[in-house]
């Protein structure tokens, strides 16, 4: 998806009689630059205009060029919540990309919004039939989302501290970070965005205070074989104590908060 091995073929040759000395920089200069501004058309699709009063917060542009999402890529979101991240993608993938929408039955069933959320949004992007285009829904356990075939990319936001909670059973966390590092093909990336708990906090925070221990996520993650490719502070407030639960008036939409990129091997 991102091959960068054409970058050290090119540093590695030597430099030609006559080239000057710009040539050789822009020879040498990553293969994929990322930036905000190229997502623009996604995130000025008039099927997400409901979503842009987030935006300043979310910081849609950047998230997608830290996951580094490219037209044509295969993306899950897992547990798409009301699909904020889901609508985003469905234009980044451009026409020739896929963007499976999971949402988990145990969500479902703790709130049938979820269940309202996504034929919402699948609907934006069907065809007059009412057939799926670009986005296309998953409903399932929480740990068998049936991902149909091999992802570029899985994003989760604000939502991995989840699989911690009380509700579910022992060992979650660890099958559905074993589910995301099968889903991916070889070099597929998952990106994670979470509030961040208290240094040492452990599962406990994200039963009380809806967070997740960055040293409890990672540990999970790289047991299943995932290796860290890119940390960002896109999200962090410094600010934010940690120890408040994400929904009081008093932190909510300004908490301390992860973004991970972390790679499957090839």
Excluded at 107 to 124: E, H, K, L, S
Excluded at 133 to 143: E, M
Excluded at 206 to 221: K, S
Excluded at 260 to 266: E, F, V
Aim: charged residues 25%.
């Amino acid at each position: 998806m991102r091959n960068l091995l054409i970058i050290a073929a090119l540093a590695s040759m030597p430099v030609l009689a006559g080239c000057s000395s710009n040539k050789q920089s822009e020879a040498e200069a990553p293969a994929n630059e990322y930036s905000a501004r190229q997502y623009m058309q996604a995130i000025n699709d008039i099927s997400r205009m409901d979503d842009q009063e987030q935006d300043a917060a979310r910081k849609p542009g950047e998230l997608l060029a830290f996951a580094q999402i490219d037209r044509g890529d295969v993306v899950g979101d897992f547990i798409m919540g009301g699909g904020y991240v889901t609508r985003l993608l469905a234009t980044a993938v451009g026409a020739d990309g896929r963007v499976y929408a999971f949402q988990p039955d145990e969500f479902i069933g703790f709130n049938p919004d979820y269940a309202q959320d996504q034929d919402d949004t699948v609907r934006r992007y069907s065809d007059d039939d009412g057939n799926p285009v670009t986005v296309f829904p998953l409903r399932a356990p929480l740990t068998q989302p049936g991902w149909p075939e091999p992802l570029d990319t899985i994003i989760t936001v604000m939502n991995f501290h989840d699989l911690y909670l009380d509700q579910f059973p022992e060992g979650t966390a660890d099958a559905a970070a074993a589910m995301l590092f099968d889903a991916l093909k070889p070099g597929g990336t998952l990106v994670v965005v979470d509030h961040l708990a208290a240094d040492g906090a452990g599962a406990e925070a994200a039963n009380t205070l809806h967070r997740m221990d960055a040293d409890l996520a990672l540990a999970t993650l790289t047991a299943a074989g995932f290796e860290m490719d890119a940390e960002s502070d896109l999200y962090a407030r410094p600010d934010d104590p940690r120890d408040e639960n994400v929904f009081e008036a008093t932190i909510r939409g300004r908490t301390d908060q992860f973004a991970w990129r972390l790679r499957k091997p090839q």
